[in-house]
């Protein structure tokens, strides 16, 4: 009979037909009490859930690191050359089908978390997991988390896959979770079918210690500024961005406050959006994102600038493109537009800087 999975998003809940308890107590049986002793510390399956490591158990022992780990190698082929292993064999069918209902790879801390709510139902898994033939642990790298898969072929196939989606994304690239999800399935070669799921995906994409995700749900590399969401600052810019106007300071405060669950005090909002050159003052407490076009600066500021950039403008002309890159009434600008200090106005009725 196989273990039943609920899946939910970054979550499981498994019955299985097995007791982890009992099947590991009689594994640990099979084996000498010498090793015996060793595993139930490298595994934390005693009173004690701390698992320990080579160099602990061999300065307690008074042995070498290396003496450890032949003894603890030697009573995991005891055991797996054990009629108790022969008799296990259900439990470890139970476990790879549950493995296999998440994706094939999953990261180990999902994994553990998905098969025991405290430590000591996990160690008792991991030892498990460590004992089946069809269980394979990779280990932490720079790119990706430590992750167990059952199918060597696949596992390829998806670590090939999420180092090309993440060549394929530039530095600051920010995308849409189900954009993401179609480049992803684009990169995955001959892959089974019955992995094609979204939950499995994400799955997956979360292995990627490169690849992140905003509060969002934004895809990006994990550098990219609107993906690393440290303080006050980057949830403004989240903000605002997902507004998709200018807003003021302190409707930016409420909305953090209300959407990200993150305490901003209005004062620290402003400083932080002064400070910030991501953000420019449109208006009267007004902040936009300079990857918008808005220009900072006070409006003769602006003027200038569009008119070094056109050449001689009218008046409307000129309206029209510093209302833009700021939010300001049209009398402003004019009053700005007809100081002589600043600007001048040319025969043919244009206005060029003085």
């Known amino acids: 009979m196989k273990n039943k999975t609920k899946l939910t998003p970054g979550r499981s809940r498994t019955t299985f037909t097995f007791d982890s308890v009992a099947v590991v107590k009689k594994l640990l049986a099979a084996a000498a009490e010498r090793p015996r002793d060793v595993l139930v510390r ?6 004690n859930t701390k698992r320990e490591t080579l160099e602990a158990i061999g300065d307690r022992s008074g042995i070498t690191r290396e003496r450890v780990r032949q003894i603890e190698a030697a009573g995991l082929e005891s055991i797996r050359a054990s009629v108790a292993f022969k008799d296990a064999s259900g439990a470890f069918e139970e476990l790879a089908d549950h493995i296999d209902q998440l994706g094939a790879m999953v990261s180990e ?7 025991a709510t405290d430590e000591k139902g996990r160690n008792r898994f991991r030892f498990l997991l460590m004992l089946g033939s069809a269980f394979y642990r ?3 790298t720079d790119e990706f988390l430590a992750r167990w898969h059952i199918d060597a072929a696949t596992a390829k196939k998806i670590h090939e896959a999420l180092t090309a989606l993440y ?3 530039k530095d600051d690239e920010i995308v849409p979770e189900s954009e993401l999800l179609d480049r992803f399935l684009d990169e995955l070669k001959n892959v089974n079918d019955a992995y094609r799921d979204e939950e499995v995906l994400k799955r997956w994409l979360s292995l990627s210690k490169k690849l992140g995700r905003n509060p969002l749900s934004e895809w990006g590399r994990v550098s990219a500024p609107a993906i690393r969401t440290k303080g006050i600052r980057d ?3 989240l ?10 300071f302190a409707d930016v405060a409420k909305t953090i406050t209300t959407t990200f669950s993150k305490k901003a005090h209005v004062a620290t909002t402003h400083n ?9 003052l449109v208006g009267r407490g007004l902040y936009a994102l300079t990857e918008w076009g808005y220009k900072p600066g006070v409006v003769r500021d602006v003027i200038r600038e569009v008119l070094e950039e056109s050449g001689p403008l009218t008046k409307e002309d000129i309206v029209k ?4 890159a700021r939010i300001v009434k049209d009398n402003t600008i004019l009053v700005n537009l007809n100081d002589p200090k600043h600007f001048k106005r040319t025969k043919d009725g244009t206005y060029t800087v003085a």
């Open 167 to 169: 060549g394929s994304l």
């Open 321 to 324: 493109r510093v209302k833009k």
């Open 272 to 280: 932080e959006l002064i400070k910030d050159p991501r953000f420019v």
């Open 239 to 248: 903000t605002i961005k997902r507004k998709g106007e200018p807003m003021h």
């Open 235 to 237: 949830y403004a810019y």
């Open 138 to 140: 990779e280990r932490e």
């Open 109 to 115: 801390e999902e994994l553990l978390e998905s098969l």
């Open 42 to 47: 490298r595994f934390g399956l005693g009173a």
